[in-house]
């Protein structure tokens, strides 16, 4: 199977997971709780894919995975408080801006040199950050800026786990994803218990969790997959693509609506993706 197929099966999988991720935080109201059991059922699902995606589970390829880990792991708990606190159709998109440009960013820092229409989406990108993020005047002096922020530093996380797993080797086969799962459990289960926060998440959450978990590690077993058959520069930025997916969701499910403003800045950071997507890979 092609690296575009597969990323663009990833987009749609992790859009998916997002969904149902931000919808479990929002009634759980429990973000580590929500991410540790997300992320155990990922590690089952791990579990149950080895056999038939089985590697050599060298240092460096547990390495590699478990700094991914880590970064993803701060990705995703500032991902779901944003999801949780703010709106999904804006969250998704900031993320996914900002954890495009990062592969794009690194690509260039090694050798890459990406055509003008990839720099043309990163340039639109950051435009697109400032359109999202701009409240309507009502709630422009409550604190909804902070969404804003952890959505920017989640993307970040998010760009670095793409970066990161990257590097692992091809011989690796899932277990680079075991050793960023079993790294990310461990950093909340600490984290919890040096803060005293639970661990249980709120009733009739645990299904739409488990669900969520299931559905990113599949996601990111597609992203593996993808990323040693194609160029990181785009399959990164083709799987930056998931906010189709949420904001689709959100809107029917939840019925989220935008202001004018916010809108545009949508529709921007879709095309800013877009564009870093259709520029020929090195």
Known sequence: MSAMVLATACAVVYGTADFFGGLA?????????????????????VGVLLPFLPGR??????????????????????????LATGTMSVVAPITAVTSAALPVIFGVATGDRPEPVALGGVALALVAVVLVSRESPAAESGPRRTPVLAALVAGAGFGGFFVLLAQTPDDGGLWPLAGARTVSITMIVLLAAVTGRTLRPGRGAS????????????????FLLAQQRGMLSLVAVLVSLYPVSTLLLAR????????????????????????IAASPSP
Do not use: C, H
């Not at 299904?207 to 597609?222: E, H, S, Y």
């Not at 029917?252 to 564009?275: D, I, S, W």
């Open 252 to 275: 029917q499910v939840l019925g989220e609506r935008l202001n004018a403003v916010q809108g545009a800045g949508v529709g921007v950071a879709l095309v800013a993706v877009t564009l």
């Open 57 to 82: 589970p060298s240092a460096e390829a547990l390495g590699w995975g478990m700094a991914a880990g880590l970064s993803g792991t701060v990705g995703l708990v500032l991902f779901y408080r944003a």
């Open 25 to 45: 935080t929002r009634r759980s109201k429990v973000v580590m709780a929500v991410v540790v059991l997300s992320q155990s059922a990922g590690l089952v699902t």
């Open 207 to 222: 299904r739409i969790v488990i669900t969520a978990g299931v559905l990113d590690m599949t996601a990111n077993v597609l």
